[in-house]
């Protein structure tokens, strides 16, 4: 069984390795605080995550009719994390990456739906050409820089985008996203030496789902604080409540600063929950019915956001208004995709190399 999302206090002048080979003067980032949004704000953040959450269903809809082929992994429970930390981002200016549940951050990052279910049907009109994929999505324009296949490559390849923002000087910060399960692969480490070392801009961000794979994180972590993971490294890190889009956000803005402030790296562990299996292939019958059921009922992340929205005076109407509209916004990008035609063949010979040969 998982252990509870509920984070315990993290404290950062620990986590920062503050007394770490005797240097007690080291800086260390601030405890952070909840996100204090606006009404508009709120709205928005609702919007995103229900987007996310419809869109999910529809995919897993669509895998079920066989117009979705392969590997598909849904973000459903996870939302608040994605909109929580790329809403604090710089669209243009900051870069993204991320594992193969790539879905939700790209909808977060303002991506068009349309060409995003195109892409997981493989057609013609979709972000990659139809040939990446649920887990290979990419976007130089929007700086998404993946949708990785591979358990934790992304993180070396984060780490490399942070480097890329530091070189050039355009003051962009990476957030380079992995899982609990990819948090004991050997190039995390390398990563977090390379970017404390050089003082990267980059944000490294566990989402600590609970689960890798089917092995729950207390089972495969020697260490399963997750944020104390770069310790040795002399990197901070805070764990956050994942499930509340304010904390997120709140953990986000402190990290932002931190990193611009040319501190270098920041760990953030997100703890947060998946509804569905590892995959759409997963029965995921290693955990019960009513664990899933009890965390729906206590820590839903929409259901957090609409009672924030209560409070600040948002009306049932307003949001069924929002409910409707995401609905057509998804069965539109449905559709879309089922009508796009698949690739020419000739496109397995295309972005095969940068130059031709």
Known sequence: MAK?????????????GASAGGDHNRPVPDTPQDYKASKDELLEFYRQMVLIRRFEEKAGQLYGLGLIGGFCHLYIGQEAVAVGIQSALEPGKDSVITGYRDHGHMLAYGIDPNVIMAELTGREAGISRGKGGSMHMFSVDHKFYGGHGIVGAQVGLGTGLGFAHKYRGDGGVCVAYFGDGASNQGQVYESFNMAELWKLPIIFVIENNQYAMGTSVNRS??????YRRGESFRIPGLQVNGMDVLAVRGATEEALKWVRGGNGPILLEMKTYRYRGHSMSDPAKYRSREEVQEMRDKSDPIEGVKKYLEAAGVS?????????????IVTESADFAESSPEPDPSELYTDVLVEQY
């Open 4 to 16: 509870s999302t509920t984070p315990r206090t993290a404290k950062p002048k620990t986590a920062a």
């Open 221 to 226: 972590s020697a260490e399963d604080l997750l």
């Open 316 to 328: 049932a109407d307003e949001l069924k208004s929002i409910d409707q509209s995401i609905r057509k």
